[in-house]
Every structure is written in structure tokens, then in C-alpha cells.
């Protein structure tokens, strides 16, 4: 586990190629429950899209459109030249957006 800020994120993981469920939906799925269990702080940068694509063995646009995501939701934020750093983890935010409402 990465405790130090500023610290880069260890990844064990890889993607189930086999899987229903797109290889973009897996990788995001696997980043927010890091960063929702506390595994990553705010202020960790991710590694870069280029070893996170040979690490998890996909396509670098794969990873590319999964980070987009997760920037959109304001989870990370990447800087050219800087890095992607995690900078919110907020429960709500992390909340698969397709989860019903039970209300």
C-alpha cells in the first residue's frame, strides 16, 4: 500500500480480457475502489499512461479514455509534462454513477 505523498501508486492488477465488461469499465472500476479504500491519497500521481498500458497489457488509448473519465469526474487530474495526480476522494464521486437510486 502507498502511504507517502506524493508517492506513485503501486499496480498489481491486470484486466480480465475475457470479461463482459470492457477492458476501460475494469480499469476505471479498479482505479476509483483504490482511491475510494484510501489505497491512493489525494496528492499520489498515477503512473504514466505508457507503463500503466504495458502493466495492464491494453492499448494506451485505453488508457487514455479511462483517465478522460475519471478527470471528468473530478477524481484526477493530469497536467502535460506533470503527471496525473488523484485529487478528490470523495465518496460521492467515486459512486459508479450507474448504481440505482434506492430512494
Same mark, same amino acid.
Given at each position: 500500500?502507498?502511504?507517502? *505523498?506524493?508517492?506513485?501508486?503501486? /499496480?498489481?492488477?491486470?484486466?480480465?480480457?475475457?470479461?463482459? +465488461?470492457? @477492458?476501460?469499465?475494469? #480499469? /476505471?472500476?479498479?482505479?476509483?475502489?483504490? #482511491?475510494?479504500?484510501?489505497? !491512493?491519497?489525494?496528492?499520489?500521481?498515477? &503512473? %504514466?499512461?505508457?507503463?500503466? =498500458?504495458?502493466? *495492464?497489457?491494453?492499448?494506451?488509448?485505453? #488508457?487514455?479514455?479511462?483517465?478522460?473519465?475519471? =478527470?471528468? @469526474?473530478? /477524481? #484526477?487530474? %493530469?497536467? *502535460?509534462?506533470?503527471?496525473?495526480? +488523484?485529487?478528490?476522494?470523495? !465518496?460521492?464521486? &467515486? +459512486?459508479? %454513477? %450507474?448504481?440505482?437510486?434506492?430512494?
Amino acid at each position: 500500500m502507498s502511504t507517502k *505523498f506524493n508517492e506513485t501508486v503501486i /499496480i498489481n492488477w491486470k484486466p480480465d480480457k475475457n470479461s463482459d +465488461i470492457t @477492458l476501460t469499465r475494469q #480499469i /476505471i472500476g479498479y482505479l476509483k475502489e483504490r #482511491i475510494a479504500k484510501g489505497d !491512493w491519497l489525494v496528492g499520489q500521481k498515477l &503512473l %504514466s499512461q505508457r507503463k500503466m =498500458a504495458e502493466l *495492464f497489457e491494453v492499448n494506451r488509448s485505453t #488508457i487514455v479514455e479511462a483517465l478522460s473519465e475519471l =478527470a471528468s @469526474l473530478g /477524481i #484526477i487530474d %493530469s497536467s *502535460f509534462g506533470k503527471g496525473t495526480t +488523484i485529487v478528490n476522494n470523495t !465518496w460521492s464521486l &467515486l +459512486i459508479d %454513477s %450507474s448504481t440505482p437510486d434506492w430512494k
